[in-house]
C-alpha cells in the first residue's frame, strides 16, 4: 500500500518561509514521481510542483516559480518542497503525491495516491 504523510505547515506572516516534508513508504520510491498540490477552501485543487525521482527533473506551477524548491532525498524516501517569500495567496491545505509515470500534457491528471494534508496559513 503506498503511503505518503506530509508535515511542515504551519502559520507565518507573509513574505517567511516553511519547509514542507513528504515521508513516503509502499512502493519503489525512485520507480515514483512525487508530487505538491494544494487546496484553498471554497476552490479547486491546483497542482503546484512534482519531481522525478529517478533522474531528477522538476516542474513548477507559474505562480510559485522563484519562490518554492522541490527535491527528494531518496535515501530517506523523502520529498520536500522549500517554500520562500510566502503570499497570504499560498495560504491552503498542501498534499503530496505520488505517479508511476507523467506525461507532457496534464501532468496533474497522472497523480493517483495521496497524503492527508498539512495546512499552511499565510498572514498579511
Known amino acids: 500500500e503506498v503511503q505518503l504523510v506530509e508535515s511542515g505547515g504551519g502559520l507565518v506572516q507573509a513574505g517567511g518561509s516553511l519547509r514542507l516534508s513528504c515521508a513516503a513508504s509502499g512502493f519503489t520510491f525512485d520507480d515514483y514521481n512525487i508530487g505538491w498540490f494544494r487546496q484553498a477552501p471554497g476552490k479547486e485543487r491546483e497542482g503546484v510542483s512534482y519531481?522525478?525521482?529517478?533522474?531528477?527533473?522538476?516542474l513548477y506551477a507559474d505562480s510559485v516559480k522563484g519562490r518554492f524548491t522541490i527535491s527528494s532525498d531518496n535515501a530517506e524516501n523523502a520529498v520536500y518542497l522549500q517554500m520562500n517569500n510566502l503570499k497570504p495567496e499560498d495560504t491552503a491545505v498542501y498534499y503530496c503525491a505520488a505517479a508511476s509515470f507523467v506525461g507532457d500534457y496534464a501532468w496533474e491528471d497522472y497523480f493517483a495516491s495521496w497524503g492527508l494534508g498539512t495546512q499552511v496559513t499565510v498572514s498579511s
Open positions: 519531481i522525478s525521482t529517478s533522474d531528477g527533473t522538476t
